[in-house]
């Protein structure tokens, strides 16, 4: 079956620009997660749904960032006011479950490049 | 919190060599250990896990892993690679009691396999 996608797979934003960066998980799952990979490094947590609920966004580097998942499939990160540290990329990941052990499901990610 | 530490950035290796990649891991609080592979332009891909049990682990592609409590480590291992491993392989944890699951990745491991 479908797995989890990402649009735009990349994207170039001048600095100022406001971006948004969408997440189409697998159907039925009730988990959503967010993570930043900066180049030559691993994924870093950003934020966690639980159906509609944001339940987590500690890992958000500033205000300018703000994520939402409305009806609980479609997920949408925004990023205002782009800078050059943004430059990464973003993953999606979804979960059937909401528990501790769950395999999480990645999307391919969007690279964003600041310029 | 939780910390992982991949100790070797690159392992370069021929064809049907054997291979290990080395995790190591910093927790105050029990945890679930994780292996993720990414090929090039894609997203990441759960090889194995460990919950509980046996503390040897088999995962997909004939990969393992054997949790080490003492050592706090998860190394992977396969005792002859094949070209088409040639990928970035990240080590993760989560907080067994933190009620969804937020992984914490190491930077990577990017293994070169030569024929």
């Known amino acids: 079956g479908a797995g989890v996608s990402q649009s735009p797979r990349y994207k170039v934003a001048k600095r100022g620009q406001d971006v948004a960066l969408r997440c189409d998980p697998i159907s039925g799952h009730v988990s959503l997660f967010w993570y930043q990979q900066a180049l030559g490094q691993g994924p870093e947590f950003l934020t966690y749904f639980q159906n509609e609920a944001q339940l987590d966004k500690s890992g958000l580097p500033s205000d300018r960032f703000f994520a939402e998942r409305p009806e609980g499939s479609v997920s949408t990160l925004k990023i205002q006011r782009t800078q050059q540290e943004d430059s990464a990329v973003y993953l999606c990941?979804?979960?059937?479950?909401?528990?501790?052990?769950?395999?999480?499901?990645f999307g391919p990610g969007t690279r964003l490049t600041v310029t | 919190a939780q910390s992982v530490t991949q100790l070797d950035s690159q392992v370069p290796v021929f064809e049907e060599a054997p291979v290990e990649l080395r995790c190591n891991y910093s927790?105050?609080?029990?945890?679930?250990l994780f292996w993720y592979v990414q090929y090039p332009n894609q997203g990441l891909q759960l090889l194995l896990k460990y919950l509980s049990g046996s503390t040897l682990v088999k995962g997909i592609n004939g990969f393992e892993a054997e949790f080490n409590k003492s050592q706090t480590s998860f190394h992977l291992r396969k005792p002859s690679v094949h070209i088409s491993d040639t990928a970035e392989y990240f080590c993760?944890?989560?907080?067994?009691?933190?009620?969804?699951?937020?992984?914490?990745f190491g930077a990577g491991t990017r293994l070169a396999v030569h024929p």
């Open positions: 993760a944890v989560n907080n067994i009691s933190g009620g969804y699951n937020k992984l914490i």
């Open positions: 927790s105050s609080v029990s945890v679930y």
């Open positions: 990941a979804s979960s059937q479950t909401s528990g501790t052990s769950g395999e999480q499901y």
